[in-house]
């Protein structure tokens, strides 16, 4: 955040120079749901574009979740707050623009000048809690609050990234049992796939408001299973707190959502701290000390404009011929231009023909009748149709009639089946999957695939065969085939197996899976916990 260059990456060259209308001026960064760039208004204000993984993208539920995000996003009226001024949840791809906020985000503020002190904390802990309250008013969850979705601008903290919020009045993440959020800011039911509602970003909230005073995380760092556990069996140790913070902070972390504080309070409570600054309206002079040195936007890219040229012409004095030679250049002119058009009709003749015998030739492939529009032909390959074998062997070595020439597919017969993606997909030791819809997890353990950890973790199964790729990442079709060709059973340990790693699937209807793991946590088994993108090819076997 030193300079501009840090903050505005050049554009690379797999992105595009303009999103939907918006010429992109700079990359600001990218995240799991896609990549942020800048661009600018019509009128020259800065916005943000986030656009949307290709992968998210192409999975029809994500889009339902995401059209609907995006209607809840744009009801947020806050002034701690990002606004939503535009989307399209039905773009190629799908994205949403939210007003730019030049400052650094809290997480990179502290890292450069150390902990807030506490009138700061005070401050950031009120403008957070109002955002809050707007977001929870257009019935939104945030689900990510996070140091790095806080940022700093000159006049108070926005909260920013609703990008994977779900509305509070739909089930969707809570019923698939994903667990969504950063591990070190989640909530005891967040992080064992409870039902997360509004409390959840007030615990967050306090969370936040710990790293801000401390400069670290309340339940520290580490592999994300520890973290989670540490989370949901351990009070919070709030002694280094500064004392002035520590009622505030225990309301916000209580393990009963019900006991935790609401925004309105938290906002009342740190403006009676506050005192007088609040009603003077001290808080930008306390920004200004942590913003650090202020960044230049870059300016708005400039439409190109097609620049047109007028032909060159060159004017040359034309020599002086008698009259009986032009006259032969006339008549000669003449001869050449019917030669000319007659050899053309003549090559359209000849096209027209080796076009025709081409698709006779095609269809003869394929099996099908011949087409050349004449009777005589439409009878002589319904004749040749009829006295030709349709199956079994004779149709195979014919290689004529409605058969299929052996060793030559019809075009139907060769057509993959279609990728159909699922993208996070979360297994742990109380749900289990189902090949018919991975999203709808079963709360039990009778779906196709469970995750069973003792000693150690595996993938069992009772109606499908593992197979761990130890290939290079870009796992496809054709590539599960021969590994599954050779499956290593209907249990997968999960020891050689790491986020990235690939495991192609064989169900016993015959289709195909793939499972792309992102995130392995099994250090802890009473706990562990395996996330990932599916994308199934039914009846691919």
């Not at 744009?74 to 535009?86: F, H, K, N, Q, S």
């Not at 520590?246 to 209580?254: M, N, V």
């Not at 495991?503 to 792309?516: F, M, P, Q, T, Y």
């Amino acid at each position: 955040m030193n300079n501009a260059t840090e903050v505005f990456q050049p554009l690379q060259a797999d992105d595009p120079p303009v999103v939907a209308g918006y010429r992109l001026a700079a990359r600001l960064g990218a995240g799991g749901m896609g990549r942020v760039y800048l661009s600018h208004t019509q009128g020259g204000r800065p916005v943000a574009i986030k656009v949307v993984r290709p992968e998210l993208a192409d999975a029809p539920d994500f889009r339902r979740r995401f059209r609907r995000e995006v209607a809840a996003a744009g009801r947020v009226r806050g002034a701690y707050t990002a606004e939503l001024i535009d989307a399209d949840a039905d773009g190629v791809p799908p994205w949403l623009a939210t007003l730019y906020v030049p400052g650094p985000s809290l997480a990179e503020a502290v890292a450069r000048r150390g902990p807030l002190p506490v009138p700061a904390v005070l401050w950031l802990v009120a403008g957070v809690a109002e955002a809050l309250q707007a977001i929870h008013g257009a019935g939104i969850v945030h689900r990510d609050l996070k140091p790095s979705n806080v940022l700093l601008a000159s006049d108070g903290p926005r909260v920013i990234d609703f990008g994977i919020s779900v509305a509070a009045d739909t089930t969707s993440h809570t019923a698939t049992g994903s667990a969504v959020g950063t591990p070190q800011f989640m909530a005891p039911e967040q992080a064992t796939a409870g039902e997360v509602t509004a409390a959840t970003d007030i615990f967050a909230l306090g969370q936040t408001a710990v790293f801000a005073a401390l400069g670290e995380p309340l339940y520290g760092n580490g592999p994300a299973a520890t973290v989670l556990y540490r989370i949901v069996h351990s009070e919070p140790d709030l002694s280094r707190l500064p004392e002035q913070l520590q009622p505030l902070i225990a309301r916000c972390l209580a393990a009963d959502p019900e006991e935790r504080a609401t925004p309105a309070e938290v906002v009342e409570w740190c403006r009676q701290r506050l005192g007088r600054d609040a009603d003077a309206g001290a808080g930008p002079a306390v920004w200004r000390e942590f913003m650090g040195p202020e960044v230049t936007v870059p300016s708005p890219v400039a439409t190109p404009t097609r620049v047109h040229t007028v032909p060159l012409v060159v004017t040359r004095p034309q020599p002086t011929v008698p009259a009986g030679r032009q006259a032969r250049r006339r008549r000669n002119a003449l001869i050449t231009a019917v030669a000319v058009t007659a050899g053309a009709l003549v090559l359209t003749g000849l096209a027209w023909m080796v076009v025709d015998a081409g698709d006779r030739f095609r269809d003869w492939i394929a099996g099908a009748p011949a087409t050349s529009g004449s009777e005589e032909s439409a009878r002589s390959s319904a004749s040749s149709s009829a006295s030709a074998p349709t199956s079994g062997a004779g149709a195979e070595s014919s290689g004529t009639g409605g058969g299929t020439q052996k060793g030559r597919p019809s075009p139907a017969a060769s057509q993959s089946p279609q990728a159909v993606p699922y993208p996070l997909v979360m297994l742990n030791g109380e749900n289990s999957l189902r090949f018919k819809d991975p999203h709808d997890l079963r709360k039990d353990r009778k779906g196709d695939i469970r995750l069973v950890c003792g000693q150690t973790c595996a993938l069992e199964s009772d109606t499908s065969e593992f197979a761990l790729l130890y290939t290079k990442p870009g796992a496809t079709l054709d590539s599960c085939r021969i590994a599954l060709a050779d499956p290593e059973g209907r249990r997968l340990p999960l020891a050689a197996v790491a986020n990235g790693s690939e495991i192609c699937i064989k169900h016993s209807s015959g289709d195909i899976a793939l499972l792309v793991v992102q995130v392995k946590s099994t250090a802890l088994p009473e706990i562990a916990f395996v996330t990932g993108d599916m994308t199934i090819w039914r009846e691919a076997a």
